[in-house]
């Protein structure tokens, strides 16, 4: 897979491929099935095998958009511009602006109907 994480920070420093995380996941995976309460292990194993899809599902798309000689951080900005346009022109909140939670007070993004720290429901 070969695909760096790229953070912004100084080019010098070893930044994890996606082959790291992936071993990082089974290390993980080995670890869950010591887990003693079997629902537990299974919620567990559960989140470990969606993140190494995703993980996957990611380094097969980034290949797939770089073969067609296309830059993958290029196309989200432009995605990303396009949704924050959008929301403007239809005079909907952004992400970022849309509130906090009334419960916990972490900050709400938009479309969410639950708080993402505390669980709280919105009416």
Same mark, same amino acid.
């Given at each position: ?20 995380? $992936?071993?990082? /996941?089974?290390?993980?995976?080995? =670890? &869950? #099935? ?6 537990? +292990? *299974? ?26 000689? $296309?830059?993958? /951080?290029?196309?989200?900005?432009? =995605? &990303? #511009? ?6 403007? +022109? *239809? ?33």
């Amino acid at each position: 897979m070969g695909v760096a994480v790229s953070s912004g920070m100084d080019e010098s420093s070893s930044e994890p491929t996606l082959d790291e995380f $992936l071993r990082q /996941l089974q290390a993980e995976m080995d =670890i &869950a #099935d010591q887990i003693p309460d079997k629902e537990e +292990r *299974n919620q567990r194993q559960w989140q470990i095998e969606a993140a190494m899809q995703e993980a996957i599902t990611f380094s097969n798309r980034w290949k797939h958009i770089t073969k067609l000689g $296309l830059d993958p /951080l290029k196309i989200v900005e432009a =995605i &990303a #511009d396009e949704e924050m346009a959008s929301a403007r +022109r *239809n005079n909907t909140p952004s992400a970022s602006a849309v509130g906090t939670c009334g419960k916990c007070g972490t900050p709400i993004e938009g479309g969410l109907d639950f708080c993402p720290s505390c669980g709280h429901y919105f009416d």
